[in-house]
């Protein structure tokens, strides 16, 4: 078990850096200089822009720059922004409402795919079935960008059941909508799987003994139907908490929400390099901790997965 | 035609209930299937019953409908089956219309129920214990977390695991087969029912511990008081464990009687067929039927066209193929970057004279099957020889392999894996001569016809795909395959053992004519040593990859030195009985 933790770590050294030199270069060949852009319309005086990139290290070769990068990063020192703050200040800000909005989307998401697929795999080809396949069908086909306009519009505008932007005003209630949007457009995959297997769980040998033991199905269905279906569901929840950490910058611009998608997506428009690479550098490193730990997962809901 | 019998119990068990009364009544009993082709009746009007303590059998081939009526019996049909007819009285009581939670107060208090296969019986995400418990906790049988714990111990004791209490905590795949079957008896004995339903106990596991398992729930049982419900496709086996026997076909009880009775004085026509086609330890060699007088194909008999074989069978003539050392050596990962050697076949040795059957015996992992692979050419050998016709095949190239391919093919276990569901019988049968580019399309058409002939198929399967065939043609068809290239030997891998008792005495007796009437050779894999003896003309034997004892079928049958061959010879179910042919 250790020693698969530790080769599975050692793995990720070469992604680590496979993805940060991708990125370090992106960012380095894209048009414009970034310390004119520091002076705004002002021409500097070039004895000046000489000792600013001098002080950024702007003037050694790339790959200098690169590795210097990378032994600030690792040392905890993620540079500073144009206005000021450290890029560090900015992530701690930012992270624990993207972390919060995740949580809300991928807990309704797994609580949506469980009780649907179940339900699903229970009655197969029943009213409920297609009922519950036609609604996962219709809530998957729209795109999350528009999904989220409606909700916003809808919930929030006409009605008023929920704050319309979140802003400032960051709280598991704010973020319950957006979240919950996220999840009722995303839940159809999980919800597939978990029917999927029940439907084989149920005409297993296994339950058919537990039948036989004398038991109930208030107890056979739980127990053994849906305990063993989970595995799939669950490990492909956890996958999608890494893809949706990365990947809430639409949600976090429509209800302007100050998390990590949204400091990007400004970062970006500014170019504030520092930040754009320093955050997608901190996302790679999650995406790959929240995969082993995907992993890891499967040998708990699994006995019979040993890593060894 | 249907029969009840009451039979007082020969085994001498302790009754527990009235004795007079029966526990189960069977009557009329009938169970549907909902298909896309509408109702299909499994069951068609079965009655018998089973009194307190005695040991009852059903036995019929696959689709006679008895693992239906044992499963109507509980109510655990499958979701498309239903009971359409007919009672089932559970002391007295009809449980047809029973709701879930009646039944749950039947199942496993009651009835008992040890299932086939002990590898999906058990959820393998929970502990043994757990599911142990349950079954026990479900009954009522302890209460107090504490009494439960105890009382799991002492079933999985009782059910012959002697260190229960440490692999309590264990997960099902930590327990070998024979281990897992114990744990699914201690379960089905768990709340000490008064039936116990036993569908095919053993027929997943390995001949020798078959025996054990069935021994162990004989004497179970026995203690206990507990009545049987065996069912099995198993003739010798059902006579050998039960008093009473209910022959099954097609949804029917064609006869019901006293073991000892319904095995030496058959009534019925279909009876005398499984008992005349079962092969046993009073079995001879079967000789080709065309040299002998000829035989109505529907009663034949194996014990009757037995002949010996001994003078027909020249010891000098020359091996066609011929072992020398044989060796595979696997290497088994450890984990992490270290692996470990296994030893699958040992320094094995042996010809096979032309014309001549041999078997090679053994449980599973003995390493018949590896060695079988090698002969074929499919896997590489670690080290010794292999020579066909006084070919070498070790260390030739690949193209001299491929030729000397074509002088050894192979026939499998499962008919229904072995023929790819998307060709026509004729390009399977076709397709080795297409590899080995023989003839041209006329000539292989013509060669398709002739080998359809030779296994007794008639000609217009020639366009037919596997799924409308039956297990025994589908195996005969495979058999046609590997003599599409006039192979000098076969290599025959269980080849009979996934099959019905009738159709494999058809197929056997197919084989022995294939042989007489083309002088084949024959390496005949396999684990049923009941089979060996209507088939081979010298034996084998594998334990842990060497070949412990060899000899012709006669001397080890009738003088085994070897322990481990004497324990294979015991465990043929109905060995000790005394048959009517």
């Given at each position: 078990m250790t020693l698969y933790v530790v080769k599975r770590l050692l793995q990720a050294?070469?992604?680590?850096?496979?993805?940060?030199?991708?990125?370090?270069?992106?960012?380095?060949?894209?048009?414009?200089?970034?310390?004119?852009?520091?002076?705004?319309?002002?021409?500097?005086?070039?004895?000046?822009?000489?000792?600013?990139?001098?002080?950024?290290?702007?003037?050694?070769?790339f790959i200098v720059q690169y590795f210097m990068y990378i032994k600030d990063f690792l040392t905890g020192n993620m540079g500073v922004t144009f206005s000021g703050q450290t890029v560090n200040d900015v992530f701690a800000r930012a992270f624990p409402v993207t972390l919060q909005l995740v949580t809300i989307a991928v807990v309704a998401e797994f609580l949506l795919a469980v009780g649907f697929g179940l339900l699903s795999g229970l009655r197969k080809g029943k009213f409920a079935d297609h009922a519950s396949l036609l609604m996962?069908?219709?809530?998957?086909?729209?795109?999350?960008?528009?999904?989220?306009?409606?909700?916003?519009?809808?919930?929030?505008?006409?009605?008023?059941?929920?704050?319309?932007?979140?802003?400032?005003?960051?709280?598991?209630?704010?973020?319950?909508?957006?979240?919950?949007?996220?999840?009722?457009?995303?839940?159809?995959?999980?919800?597939?799987?978990?029917?999927?297997?029940?439907?084989?769980?149920?005409?297993?040998?296994?339950?058919?003994?537990?039948?036989?033991?004398?038991?109930?199905?208030?107890?056979?269905?739980?127990?053994?139907?849906?305990?063993?279906?989970?595995?799939p569901v669950i490990t492909n929840t956890a996958a999608s908490f890494g893809a949706l950490i990365a990947g809430t910058t639409v949600t976090e611009g429509i209800?302007?929400?100050?998390?990590?998608?949204?400091?990007?997506?400004?970062?970006?428009?500014?170019?504030?390099?520092?930040?754009?690479?320093?955050?997608?550098?901190?996302?790679?490193?999650?995406?790959?901790?929240?995969?082993?730990?995907?992993?890891?997962?499967?040998?708990?809901?699994?006995?019979?997965?040993?890593y060894v | 035609?249907?029969?009840?019998?009451?039979?007082?119990?020969?085994?001498?068990?302790?009754?527990?209930?009235?004795?007079?009364?029966?526990?189960?009544?069977?009557?009329?009993?009938?169970?549907?299937?909902?298909?896309?082709?509408?109702?299909?009746?499994?069951?068609?009007?079965?009655?018998?019953?089973?009194?307190?303590?005695?040991?009852?059998?059903?036995?019929?081939?696959?689709?006679?409908?008895?693992?239906?009526?044992?499963?109507?019996?509980?109510?655990?049909?499958?979701?498309?089956?239903?009971?359409?007819?007919?009672?089932?009285?559970?002391?007295?009581?009809?449980?047809?219309?029973?709701?879930?939670?009646?039944?749950?107060?039947?199942?496993?208090?009651?009835?008992?129920?040890?299932?086939?296969?002990?590898?999906s019986n058990l959820n393998p995400v929970w502990s043994v214990g757990f599911q142990v418990r349950e079954a026990i906790r479900a009954n009522g049988v302890a209460t107090s977390k504490k009494d439960i714990e105890a009382?799991?111990?002492?079933?999985?004791?009782?059910?012959?695991?002697?260190?229960?209490?440490?692999?309590?905590?264990?997960?099902?795949?930590?327990?070998?087969?024979?281990?897992?079957?114990?744990?699914?008896?201690?379960i089905g004995l768990g709340a000490d029912p008064k039936l116990l339903i036993a569908d095919e106990p053993t027929s997943a596991l390995d001949v020798t511990v078959q025996k054990v398992i069935l021994d162990h729930i004989e004497s179970l049982t026995r203690d206990k008081g507990t009545a049987v419900l065996l069912i099995t496709h198993d003739l010798g086996l059902a006579a050998e464990r039960a008093s009473k026997v209910i022959v099954m076909n097609q949804g029917r009880i064609v006869e019901a009687g006293p073991s000892k009775d319904l095995l030496s004085n058959p009534q019925h026509p279909y009876t005398q067929r499984l008992i005349a086609a079962a092969p046993s330890l009073a079995s001879r060699r079967l000789e080709s039927s065309i040299a002998g007088e000829s035989q109505d194909a529907k009663t034949f008999d194996v014990a009757q066209m037995a002949e010996q074989r001994a003078e027909a069978v020249d010891a000098d003539a020359p091996a066609v193929i011929s072992v020398r050392d044989l060796t595979k050596v696997f290497s088994i990962r450890k984990g992490g970057f270290r692996s470990e050697p296994f030893t699958a076949v040992d320094k094995i040795s042996f010809d096979i004279p032309k014309g001549?059957?041999?078997?090679?015996?053994?449980?599973?992992?003995?390493?018949?099957?590896?060695?079988?692979?090698?002969?074929?050419?499919?896997e590489e050998p670690t080290s010794g020889e292999i020579t066909v016709g006084g070919t070498a095949m070790t260390g030739v190239s690949r193209k001299d392999l491929f030729n000397l391919r074509s002088r050894m093919q192979p026939v499998f276990q499962d008919p229904y894996s072995s023929l790819d569901p998307q060709r026509s019988i004729a390009s399977s049968i076709a397709e080795p001569m297409r590899v080995h580019k023989t003839g041209d399309k006329e000539a292989r058409r013509a060669r398709v016809l002739e080998l359809l002939e030779q296994v007794s198929l008639p000609a217009e399967l020639f366009n037919r795909y596997p799924n409308e065939l039956s297990g025994g043609q589908r195996q005969r068809v495979a058999i046609a395959r590997a003599l599409a290239l006039k192979p000098d030997v076969v290599v025959l891998d269980e080849a009979v053992s996934a099959l019905d008792v009738l159709v494999q005495a058809q197929i056997l007796q197919l084989l022995a004519d294939l042989q007489a009437e083309l002088g084949l050779t024959y390496l005949f894999i396999t684990h049923d040593l009941a089979v060996v003896r209507v088939i081979a003309d010298n034996v084998a034997v594998m334990e842990r990859g060497k070949i412990v004892e060899s000899g012709t079928t006669d001397q080890i049958f009738e003088n085994a030195r070897e322990p481990y061959t004497q324990r294979l010879l015991d465990a043929i179910p109905g060995a000790g009985l005394e048959w009517t042919v």
């Open positions: 050294i070469p992604v680590f850096f496979g993805t940060t030199f991708l990125i370090y270069f992106m960012v380095f060949s894209m048009p414009g200089d970034p310390v004119l852009a520091l002076f705004g319309d002002r021409t500097p005086n070039p004895a000046v822009l000489e000792a600013v990139r001098e002080q950024y290290n702007l003037d050694q070769p996962a069908l219709v809530l998957n086909s729209i795109p999350p960008f528009v999904a989220l306009f409606l909700a916003q519009y809808f919930i929030g505008i006409k009605l008023g059941w929920a704050p319309v932007t979140v802003g400032a005003n960051v709280s598991w209630g704010s973020l319950l909508l957006p979240g919950l949007t996220i999840a009722l457009t995303i839940y159809v995959v999980g919800m597939r799987l978990m029917r999927g297997s029940v439907i084989e769980a149920r005409e297993g040998d296994y339950v058919r003994t537990a039948y036989a033991k004398g038991l109930t199905s208030k107890r056979v269905t739980p127990v053994h139907v849906a305990r063993n279906s989970l595995i209800f302007n929400i100050p998390g990590i998608g949204k400091v990007l997506y400004d970062a970006i428009l500014r170019g504030e390099n520092a930040t754009v690479v320093s955050f997608v550098t901190i996302l790679t490193v999650m995406y790959i901790i929240v995969n082993i730990l995907v992993d890891l997962l499967y040998a708990v809901l699994d006995p019979r997965i040993r | 035609m249907t029969e009840t019998i009451p039979v007082t119990d020969s085994h001498g068990t302790v009754p527990v209930a009235d004795p007079s009364q029966p526990l189960v009544q069977v009557r009329d009993l009938e169970v549907g299937f909902q298909t896309q082709n509408g109702l299909v009746k499994a069951v068609r009007g079965v009655s018998f019953e089973i009194y307190p303590g005695e040991t009852v059998a059903i036995v019929g081939e696959s689709g006679s409908g008895k693992s239906t009526t044992a499963t109507a019996l509980m109510k655990l049909l499958p979701g498309n089956g239903d009971i359409t007819g007919g009672e089932v009285l559970v002391e007295g009581t009809n449980i047809v219309d029973h709701n879930e939670k009646q039944m749950a107060a039947i199942r496993g208090g009651v009835i008992g129920y040890v299932p086939q296969d002990p590898m009382r799991a111990v002492e079933v999985l004791q009782q059910a012959g695991l002697g260190d229960a209490e440490r692999r309590m905590k264990q997960f099902p795949h930590q327990f070998s087969g024979g281990m897992r079957q114990r744990v699914l008896i201690g001549t059957t041999l078997a090679l015996v053994g449980e599973s992992g003995s390493g018949k099957s590896t060695a079988a692979k090698m002969i074929l050419g499919l």
